[in-house]
């Protein structure tokens, strides 16, 4: 074998190696396709279930179905739309969202449309009363006319007439009622304070405020602001976020080193220097309580 023959042969060094056109191709390759799907034809979901939306997608829907309950009053128009987002977690969902808003402090008016909607879902549904079928005035009278029997062969044949067509007329337009809103709660009528007790059970959370608000009949009012003052600072929450323990109920933790006034509705009356109590158990140690508050329209 000549040293001619040698250089026939490939190097083996050299074909081990991939070749590099190969990897050059196929990162280009998965460049382009992720520009294409990204930026020139990216995917576009349509007609998506309410369902499959993201968080952030569905709290704005949530307002909006809550929005548009303020609005037109239908309640069960909301509850199906609800039920298509959320399922049978939508009085949940809804009362969460609330309480998370009211937290932040960012979107008072917004809570307060959900909470609206979290009492009225709370509710129960009036049964449908069917209509009951027309039935005869009563005194009409139905008089009945004897004719008198003809014999064979005396049967007159009258020629009849063709009834000329009677022209149809066009109905006029009937006008639908629109539902009307549901009636907020009248919050300029003051609130008068007509309980106040302290909270020294087992198991309740140091400085628990639960406040209970009802009308002057005695329904609880959800969607009401309860304000709450201290020195430095406030916050703003509302009633009806849960609407298991009573539309009207509402509750704050108090801080023990700080004093409160507390201030239901708009003008209602204020509740002034109000501290966690200091409350003994049955072993004779203390420890620090709530309050509950109850005030009603006059």
């Excluded at 590099?20 to 799907?37: C, E, K, S």
């Excluded at 998370?100 to 008016?109: C, D, K, M």
């Excluded at 002057?216 to 406030?234: D, E, K, Y």
């Amino acid at each position: 074998m000549t040293p001619d023959d040698l250089d026939n042969y490939p190097d083996e060094a050299s074909s081990s190696q991939p070749p590099l056109y190969l990897l050059t191709g196929l990162v280009l390759g998965l460049l382009l396709g992720l520009f294409i799907a990204r930026v020139l034809s990216p995917l576009r979901y349509m007609d998506t279930a309410p369902a499959m939306l993201s968080e952030s997608y569905k709290a704005t829907y949530r307002l909006l179905i809550a929005q548009a309950y303020q609005s037109n009053g239908n309640l069960e128009r909301a509850r199906l739309r609800l039920h298509l987002l959320d399922g049978d977690l939508a009085p949940q969902a809804l009362a969460s969202q609330a309480q998370q808003w009211l937290a932040e402090g960012n979107n008072l008016e917004a809570a307060r449309a959900l909470a609206e909607l979290v009492a009225a879902l709370a509710q129960p549904t009036p049964p449908s009363s069917s209509p009951a079928p027309p039935t005869p005035a009563s005194g009409s009278l139905v008089s009945t006319v004897s004719l008198p029997t003809l014999g064979l062969g005396q049967a007159i044949a009258t020629p009849t007439s063709t009834p000329s067509p009677t022209p149809t007329l066009t109905p006029w337009p009937t006008f639908t009622p629109r539902p009307s809103p549901t009636q907020r709660p009248a919050l300029q009528a003051p609130f008068k304070l007509v309980d106040q007790r302290p909270l020294c059970e087992n198991g309740v959370p140091a400085g628990l405020l639960q406040i209970y608000l009802t009308d002057n009949a005695g329904q609880p009012l959800a969607g009401v602001p309860i304000t709450l003052f201290w020195s430095g600072g406030q916050n703003v929450f509302y009633t009806g976020l849960y609407p298991a323990i009573s539309p009207g109920y509402a509750d704050a933790l108090l801080d023990p080193n700080l004093t409160y006034d507390v201030r239901p509705g708009d003008v209602g009356e204020t509740v002034r220097g109000l501290q966690p109590p200091q409350c003994k158990a049955p072993d004779g140690q203390t420890f620090i309580g709530g309050w509950r508050l109850e005030f009603a329209q006059p």
